[in-house]
T-cell receptor
Framework: GAVVSQHPSRVICKSGTSVKIECRSL??????MFWYRQFPKQSLMLMAT?????????EQGVEKDKFLINHASLTLSTLTVTSAHPEDSSFYIC????????????????FGPGTRLTVL | GQNIDQPTEMTATEGAIVQINCTYQ??????LFWYQQHAGEAPTFLSY??LDGLEEKGRFSSFLSRSKGYSYLLLKELQMKDSASYLC??????????WGAGTKLIIKP
């Protein structure tokens, strides 16, 4: 159980184009989805938290107009990197959570396999 | 502030036991997670502790002391596939995971 998929796994694009990454919880309904970015040999950096049907909450320093997040359903969230530049090249990882209500393990995040973005 | 402290790197021998320590300071506390992350891959969930004590799950065990802000992950009967980074991540009062840089574990034959 608790499988999260992410698509595409790898994308190479030209500078100035937009890239959409999908994150799906396959066997559970995710109350909350998270988007992370990780540069080589660095820790995970939370970009934003999104709840189904509401606007995402962005972390300080993350441009909401550049990284558009849509959480249309309890099983799907998308991250669109608009007008991508080479410095946006990174490993983008989503995670999904059942939420924090009740029981041990509330808040457990299950991660997708990640998307490696290379902007030329 | 919020802070996670883990060794940057550890080396152990195949078949041996290794303990990865983690100390943390967070705004509030709602449990602590351990994740495993192989190079180039996303993290995978290993364990969750919210009460003091030891949680055993196969070859992996995790310990928590809330009063000391301390946890460890114990890996027994090490296998080459255990070579990975191990991330200690406490959950703060907002139920947000606080991530450190993790401990890179190198297993040698």
């Amino acid at each position: 159980g608790a499988v999260v998929s992410q698509h595409p796994s790898r994308v190479i694009c030209k500078s100035g184009t937009s890239v959409k990454i999908e994150c799906r919880s396959l066997d559970f309904q995710a109350t909350t989805m998270f988007w992370y970015r990780q540069f080589p040999k660095q820790s995970l950096m939370l970009m934003a938290t999104s709840n189904e049907g509401s606007k995402a909450t962005y972390e300080q320093g993350v441009e909401k107009d550049k990284f558009l997040i849509n959480h249309a359903s309890l099983t799907l969230s998308t991250l669109t990197v608009t007008s991508a530049h080479p410095e946006d090249s990174s490993f983008y990882i989503c995670s999904a959570s059942l939420g924090t209500s009740g029981g041990l393990g509330g808040g457990t995040q299950y991660f997708g396999p990640g998307t490696r973005l290379t902007v030329l | 502030g919020q802070n996670i402290d883990q060794p940057t790197e550890m080396t152990a021998t195949e078949g041996a036991i290794v303990q990865i320590n983690c100390t943390y300071q967070t705004s509030g506390f709602n449990g602590l997670f351990w994740y495993q992350q192989h190079a180039g891959e996303a993290p995978t969930f290993l364990s969750y502790n919210v009460l003091d004590g030891l949680e055993e799950k196969g070859r992996f065990s995790s310990f928590l002391s809330r009063s000391k802000g301390y946890s460890y992950l114990l890996l027994k009967e090490l296998q080459m596939k255990d070579s990975a980074s191990y991330l200690c991540a406490p959950l703060d009062s907002n139920y947000q995971l606080i991530w450190g840089a993790g401990t890179k574990l190198i297993i040698k034959p």
